[in-house]
């Protein structure tokens, strides 16, 4: 009955949200206290598919965790520090995970990021967070992120960051978690002092003591390699900070660190690291508060619901109301019920099983979950969940994102036993579906359908979707093991034709290099098609040509005169395209 009651209030959720007729639900148990619902509802702008996580926090063994990618800020590689979401809940043995926090294409969270009581990354006052106690509670609000550098003389002055490099008159710190980068050019006016010998991490209202610096202060040059080794950090600081460490805090004198939350309600939202005015009124004074509790925390914003009622902030938070908060995208929130459930959810958008949804309707439809409180986190591209290493939800990048931080639930369940089963190949065209043969249930767990690559999509019912052309694997999750499921999925017939310039050996005047690009409705590069161009005072060579593997073919048009220059370029029944003259 109770089952019969959440499938009925997820579906009238989903029909408040979208406005239309009744939705599809699916619903799997994940584990003792996690319940996996999947559902799709017709909209005008086309179907909505949406995948919640449903936490009972009180069930023993089930917690959740901020996670960074690669487990530190920044990589000196390709990456900056991130991490696809799969890999990162396999490490850490995570049953299921969501992406968080908003970053800048670094492995550096933009606002606040509390793991296992200790602040990886301050928190941006006017963009909300979600936190969660020590006993389980879970937290929404604006918070400030209050540091102080304390010297054994009594002299303070603020600290003003965490594990990013400082702006002007800033002190900030970098901590083991940091990683190693190499010093950008504007770090060249920071000193750096080096701190050893510091016991415990950097936790919420906790002090640190640093006993002594490892050494003097230096300053940094383009190219420098920043990191802190293991029991130690270093102190990062440009203009009146540096000037306060050279005279407050000389060699082998010990410095004391301390940084705590609180709440605040603020609404303008200036650049990061410009809170040291707000902070310094507060430092020294700050009183205990629920969020001095707070173990694991991360970011996100805009606000959706607050006290039981639609709250979308979205321009108090820094989104634009047009592009960002009512349009409809692919979307990442987080909220918690009255009974002190944790929803962690995931909206397929950009895609043409899902159309997405925009802040208020996402608002809405948390509210018929049960949400008192609910906000927003990364989505787009960045937009992904992962249930016993699946990928429950379709990327709109055709393929998961790095992201710099997540969400990973935990839980004491046992392995999937057994040796991965060989479930019959599949071959699609990208549009197609098709149903999957389940695999034998034993009884013990429901099946969880997914991706190991987040390369197409596999609903709850079993059925895949294919739309990025090339070779993944589906895959059906039980407790009694994993069946997997290859796929080569092959573009669909031609759908856009685009047309761009070329370079040309030595650019002489009278010719013009052409590159013509056939995709499918996917964007999949179509091979075989003959492409034919037309020149008016030209002549094309070649006048056809077949696109290749990449979906393009090449001309180069040599011009009789300068004037006049007019042509087209065509292929498979599509519009023809203009030739780009010279």
């Given at each position: ?6 499938l ?11 406005g ?50 690669q ?20 490490r ?158 000389p ?12 709440p ?5 939202p ?67 019920t ?7 959810v ?149 759908a ?27 964007g ?42 007019i ?16």
């Open positions: 009955m109770l089952r019969a009651v959440r009925a209030i997820l579906a009238i959720a989903l029909c408040a949200a979208t239309l007729v009744a939705a599809q639900t699916v619903e799997r148990r994940v584990a003792p206290g996690i319940v996996l619902a999947q559902t799709r509802t017709p909209t005008r702008a086309g179907s909505v598919v949406a995948t919640v996580l449903r936490l009972d926090l009180a069930v023993p063994g089930l917690r959740v965790e901020c996670a960074l990618g487990d530190r800020v920044m990589a000196d590689d390709a990456t900056r520090g991130r991490e696809t979401l799969a890999p990162l809940a396999l850490h043995r995570a049953v299921a995970a969501i992406n968080a926090d908003y970053f800048p294409f670094t492995g550096d969270p933009l606002g606040l990021a509390v793991r296992d009581g200790e602040i990886l990354s301050e928190s941006m006052p006017y963009r909300a967070v979600v936190g969660i106690t020590r006993d389980r509670r879970v937290l929404f609000g604006n918070v400030l992120t209050v540091g102080t550098i304390t010297t054994a003389g009594g002299e303070t002055v603020g600290l003003d960051g965490v594990n990013r490099l400082p702006v002007e008159d800033e002190i900030t710190l970098l901590t083991p978690v940091y990683g190693a980068f190499p010093a950008p050019k504007a770090a060249a006016a920071c000193l750096v002092v080096p701190l050893a010998g510091i016991t415990g991490r950097l936790g919420v209202g906790v002090g640190v003591a640093a006993p002594a610096r490892a050494g003097p202060g230096a300053s940094v040059a383009t190219g420098d390699t920043l990191s802190a080794p293991d029991g130690g950090a270093l102190l990062v600081a440009r203009g009146a900070g540096a000037r306060w460490l050279r005279e407050q805090a060699a082998d004198a010990p410095v004391t660190l301390r940084l705590d939350l609180t605040v309600s603020l609404t303008a200036p650049a990061r690291g410009a809170w040291a005015s707000r902070a310094a009124a507060l430092r020294g004074r700050v009183s205990r508060t629920p969020w001095s509790d707070v173990v694991q925390a991360v970011s996100g914003g805009p606000w959706l619901v607050r006290q039981g009622k639609v709250a979308v902030d979205g321009a108090e938070e820094g989104f634009d109301e047009a592009s960002f908060v009512a349009a409809r995208h692919p979307r990442t929130a987080v909220g918690v009255a009974r002190g459930e944790l929803l962690l995931v909206v397929d958008g950009r895609q043409p099983h899902s159309a997405g949804m925009s802040l208020p309707r996402l608002a809405e439809f948390l509210l018929g979950l049960g949400a008192v409180d609910a906000i927003n986190l990364d989505g787009g591209g960045s937009t992904a969940m992962v249930v016993r290493g699946l990928y429950v939800n379709a990327p709109s990048d055709g393929e998961p994102r790095a992201i710099a931080n997540a969400l990973l639930v935990l839980a004491d369940v046992p392995p999937l036993d057994g040796p991965d089963a060989e479930g019959p190949a599949v071959t699609l065209t990208a549009g197609e579906s098709a149903a999957l043969p389940a695999p034998a249930a034993d009884g013990s767990g429901d099946v969880i359908w997914g991706t190991l690559d987040g390369r197409g999509f596999v609903d709850q019912s079993g059925r895949i979707l294919a739309r990025r052309a090339g070779s993944g694997t589906a895959c059906a999750a039980g407790a009694s093991g994993r069946t997997l499921y290859p796929l080569d999925v092959r573009p669909g017939r031609p856009r034709l685009t047309v761009a310039r070329s370079a040309v050996a030595n650019s002489p005047p009278d010719r013009t290099g052409v590159v013509a690009r056939v995709v499918d409705r996917f999949n590069p179509v091979a075989g098609v003959e492409v034919r161009v037309a020149a008016r005072g030209g002549s094309p060579d070649p006048m056809v040509g077949i696109t290749g593997p990449d979906g393009r073919v090449e001309f180069e048009v040599v011009w009789d005169a300068a004037d006049g220059r042509g087209t370029v065509s292929a498979a029944g599509l519009p023809p395209a203009a030739l780009p003259a010279k």
